[in-house]
């Protein structure tokens, strides 16, 4: 009877643990459960992240925002702004370009978007957009068929309704020249963040408004940024072009130079006097490129050794690699737009500049180095 007794005792204890273990089990997965229910429930649905882009969505130093308003009931395009903004100086530009402008698509590009859209003529109107194309995406094949026209890249776009646009941009030029700038309760609100922490939760106050393909933590990376910005040397400009009645036909190579001489020109910098930044100025405009370093030479630490002699300059080295290619002789210094190269080759005198959209790494440069960038 007695051992009968502690064989009942064990098993009953036997069957006890396992019923915890289980009760423990299900606790933990009713608890996952709960949690990821209620990050559904409060997570913050990013548009930008449920359709497949038609663009390099572009969120570098060099911001190129195309900005549209648009009607709420016909979705006619009012009014196009592009923002150029320079992360790295603080400077921004405005180019309104004319709601009426008409484009005539090349061919090749014509054919591409052909099996898109049968709707789509080949002179197209830029104020008909979502009516060539549905969804969001509409906004980024309008920036396919705008920047091959202006032939300047733009890396994203954001769209707002005609009402919110008119209550964050006013008219500074003519009823029948618009110019648009930031209107000035939106550049008071901006002025009231104290930090760029501040900044921010005002961009996600604002965000649910906006119509974009970035992200709301990838718009945030401006914040710092942008309150560097003196709101009183914001520059505006007007689209080149020619109006022939209803119809407005922009002059590319124009609008090209008016972008690359808002890139390349003197900018004026954050500091509270105002003072305009000069070719002496110590801090150079690649020290906000961020530099990826590979050594394709063979020589053990060279990629080091450079590293140590840019960041003396105050230049960020974005990572350092080993090119997996056969040795390279000559150096070659790979940008995601040019200019940005050809300020790097005061380190790299005989470098050859190709501009390349994807490096390693994310980096806006990429310098491979060869056995010409020997150091002594």
């Known amino acids: 009877m007695k051992k009968k007794s502690v064989a009942g005792i064990i098993v009953i204890n036997f069957f006890k643990t396992i019923g915890i273990i289980l009760l423990l089990v299900a606790v933990g997965v009713l608890s996952y459960y709960l949690t990821m229910l209620y990050f559904d429930q409060t997570a913050r649905t990013e548009r930008s992240t449920t359709y497949k882009h038609v663009i390099t969505v572009n969120t570098g130093n060099e ?48 054919a591409d978007l052909m099996e898109v859209s049968q709707k789509l003529p080949q002179l197209c109107r830029m104020s008909d957009i979502n009516d060539y194309f549905k969804g969001d995406v509409a906004y980024e094949y309008g920036i396919l068929i705008l920047q091959e026209e202006l032939k300047a890249d733009i890396g994203y776009f954001t769209a707002v309704s005609s009402d919110q646009f008119n209550s964050l941009f006013e008219n500074a030029g003519s009823k029948s020249k618009p110019k648009y700038k930031p209107a000035k309760t939106l550049l008071d609100r901006a002025a009231a963040c104290s930090s ?34 003196q709101q009183d040397k914001i520059r505006l400009y007007r689209a080149y072009g020619t109006k022939n009645g209803d119809v407005y036909t922009l002059n590319s190579d124009k609008n090209k130079k008016l972008i690359n001489r808002i890139w390349e020109s003197e900018t004026y910098t954050g500091s509270q006097n105002g003072s305009k930044k000069t070719a002496n100025d110590p801090v150079a405009p690649a020290s906000g490129r961020m530099i990826q370093i590979t050594n394709g030479s063979g020589i053990d630490g060279l990629a080091a050794a450079y590293r140590t002699k840019l960041e003396a300059d105050s230049l960020q080295i974005k990572g350092l690699g080993n090119y997996t290619g056969q040795k390279q002789t000559k150096t070659i210094i790979y940008a995601k737009k040019k200019k940005w190269g050809q300020e790097l080759k005061k380190y790299f005198p005989s470098a050859s500049v190709v501009e390349r959209a994807d490096l390693t790494n994310g980096a806006d440069v990429e310098v491979l180095l060869g056995t010409d960038a020997r150091l002594s």
């Open 63 to 110: 911001s190129s925002n195309l900005i549209y308003s648009y009607d709420t009931k016909t979705k006619k395009i009012k009014a196009m702004v592009l923002e150029l903004f320079d992360s790295v100086s603080g400077n921004m530009n405005y180019i309104t370009i004319p709601v009426d402008t008409q484009i005539t698509i090349s061919a090749n590009t014509y």
């Open 196 to 229: 760029a922490g501040d900044l921010e939760d005002l961009m996600e106050e604002m965000w649910d408004d906006l119509i974009t393909d970035v992200t709301l933590s990838q718009k945030q990376g401006y914040a710092d940024a942008l309150t560097r910005v």
